[in-house]
Every structure is written in C-alpha cells, then in structure tokens.
T-cell receptor
Framework: DTGVSQDPRHKITKRGQNVTFRCDPI?????LYWYRQTLGQGPEFLTY????????KSRLLSDRFSAERPKGSFSTLEIQRTEQGDSAMYLC??????????????FGPGTRLTVL | AQTVTQSQPEMSVQEAETVTLSCTYD???????LFWYKQPPSRQMILVIR??????QNATENRFSVNFQKAAKSFSLKISDSQLGDAAMYFC???????????FGQGTRLTINP
C-alpha cells in the first residue's frame, strides 16, 4: 500500500529560477490538494483538484504559481520566477470520498524549497 | 472565515503520563469535521483522529481521544500512556461540510520526557 509520494524531497534554487514539483497521490484517490507550510506554522491551502479539474484556488496562489493534473492522476506544481518568500515546505495530499460522506486527506512527505 | 487556534505552542509530558492538547475554532457553520494530525520531525503528516460535528460521541482511537464541545467550539486531544514515539508537532484542523480545504491551527510541539 503506497502512500502519497512527492518529488523532489528537497530543492534549492536561485531567485528568479523556475521550479516544478510532482505529486503522486494514493491510487484511486480522485481528489488532490496542495498546501504550503512555512517554518513553525500550520499548512495553508493552495489549490484542489477533483480528477483533472482544478476546482478551487487560494489567494495565496499568485500568478507565478500554476498547478496541473493532466490525466487525473499525478499533479505538478510550478513556481515561476521564484522569490525568497517562496521558501517553504510544499505538501500534497489526496483523498477519496468514502461511504460516510467524508473524505480524509492523506499527506505526502513534502518538498522543501529553499530560494537563495 | 473559519479560524483554528492552538494556544499551546509547546507541551511536554513524562513518558506513560497523560497530556491534553487544546484547540478552539471559529465558525458559523453547523456541519463540519475536525481533525488532529501528527507531524513527526522530518516526517510526513499523519491523521491521528477525526470527529464529525453531528456526532455527540467523542472519537477515540486507541490511546488517543478527543473532548469535543460543540457549543464552546473546543476540540481537545488527550493522549494517554504517552510514548516516546508520540513526540511530534500536532495540528488541529477544520473542514466545512461540502468544502475541500483544511484550515489548520498553528500547531503544538509535544515533547515526551523519558
């Protein structure tokens, strides 16, 4: 039973560069989420997909951020022209609506981004 | 907007003792879900326990139980017989029925003293 996986686990980049992260959800989970977590804080919601449709985006997701889930399976999160303020842990989660009408989100290990 | 507050940035407990972590939330909704997640150092976040707001009975998972006070908008986590492996950041989270995003508190760092 594989959980949510994320790649890479760590990324160091220079300001102004573009970076892309990948998330592979638990198989058969049709919902996928991206969160951002800065040091000492709880995760903050960025965006959410149901299958391949991006259904909700946070105001935190500036126009430099784009997320895709092209075939309803894995997802990518791209940050263009990175800034030092983008340094954070980027968490992916997936879920499946269960018979009780509740979907519980299961988290991946995260990608830690450091922008120099 | 919904908010979640964890007023204890850090807590410590002796191994085998019981500890309670506090969480309060603010919402005008009547149907929602509450969660406690555990994030060990450098490891991924895992679900500890979940509570549906419509259920009056407090959720229990082995050594973990909650005290859900809907009127007071309080959702505390009790860990009994604390073990060294319980050391982690603990996050309280809220989700409205029908919404997808989790709203997290700031977290409580729990230390277990041997």
């Amino acid at each position: 039973d594989t959980g949510v996986s994320q790649d890479p686990r760590h990324k160091i980049t220079k300001r102004g560069q573009n970076v892309t992260f990948r998330c592979d959800p638990i198989s058969e989970h049709n919902r996928l989420y991206w969160y951002r977590q800065t040091l000492g804080q709880g995760p903050e919601f960025l965006t959410y997909f149901q299958n391949e449709a991006q259904l909700e985006k946070s105001r935190l997701l500036s126009d430099r951020f784009s997320a895709e889930r092209p075939k309803g399976s894995f997802s990518t999160l791209e940050i263009q022209r990175t800034e030092q303020g983008d340094s954070a842990m980027y968490l992916c989660a997936s879920s499946f609506l269960d018979g009780w009408g509740t979907d519980t989100q299961y988290f991946g290990p995260g990608t830690r981004l450091t922008v120099l | 907007a919904q908010t979640v507050t964890q007023s204890q940035p850090e807590m410590s407990v002796q191994e085998a003792e019981t500890v309670t972590l506090s969480c309060t939330y603010d919402t005008s909704e009547s149907d929602y879900y509450l969660f406690w997640y555990k994030q060990p150092p450098s490891r991924q976040m895992i679900l500890v326990i979940r509570q549906e707001a419509y259920k009056q009975q407090n959720a229990t998972e082995n050594r973990f139980s909650v005290n859900f006070q809907k009127a007071a908008k309080s959702f505390s986590l009790k860990i009994s017989d604390s073990q060294l492996g319980d050391a982690a950041m603990y996050f309280c989270a809220y989700k409205t029925q029908g919404a997808q995003k989790l709203v997290f508190g700031q977290g409580t760092r729990l230390t277990i003293n041997p």
